[in-house]
């Protein structure tokens, strides 16, 4: 499987690219699963559902599939920071392309998300110079980077062509359980 991290602040566009690189991907006939990463206590089932209520009883996993889906509920005991490694272990392995999104400090390759400062969106320091996990750079505004770079810099408004750098290049997200970064 390849595995590629889309790095940048909140409110930048890594929900949305990562949103239409899917289907890009997918029209390419890849498989395509997506790891993401929550700052914050979040819920998938619901109160008065039996995954929930089996949850609420103590169990420390609660697994429910259907001739559709298939959910993993775990419940930790103490907090405890999931690494993105943990996370691809848990995956299917007939998966062409994992998008992960958050895990912004991971060891991964990653395509940076920056946007340059606007009325909408307060700017941020770019991550590319400090992190060379970053691969790549994808913006709104290539000629406002805060400093030059040799990596590419992609459309962040064009999944389709964040969607061909990624295929053609993509034994270098090749990603193996025994030899990762």
């Not at 979040?42 to 889906?69: L, N």
Request: charged fraction near 25%; hydrophobic fraction near 40%; glycine fraction near 6%.
């Amino acid at each position: 499987m390849n595995v590629v991290g889309f790095a940048g602040y909140s409110g930048s566009g890594k929900t949305t690219l990562v949103e239409q690189l899917i289907p890009a991907l997918k029209k390419r006939g890849l498989r395509v699963s997506v790891v993401k990463h929550a700052h914050h206590s979040f819920d998938i089932d619901h109160p008065g559902k039996d995954t929930f209520r089996h949850r609420e009883a103590g169990a420390f996993e609660v697994a429910v599939a259907s001739r559709h889906r298939l959910a993993l509920i775990r419940q930790f005991e103490q907090p405890y920071d999931v690494t993105v490694h943990q996370m691809l272990a848990e995956l299917y392995s007939g998966v062409d392309w994992v998008l992960v999104e958050g895990f912004k400090n991971s060891d991964l390759l990653k395509i940076e998300i920056w946007r340059a400062p606007s009325a909408d969106y307060a700017g941020r320091p770019a991550r590319y110079p400090d992190d060379h996990f970053i691969v790549a750079i994808a913006t709104d505004a290539p000629d406002q980077l805060p400093e030059p770079t040799l990596r590419p810099v992609l459309d962040l408004d064009d999944a389709n062509a964040v969607a061909d750098y990624l295929v053609q290049n993509q034994e270098r997200f090749a990603y193996s359980f025994d030899s990762r970064p």
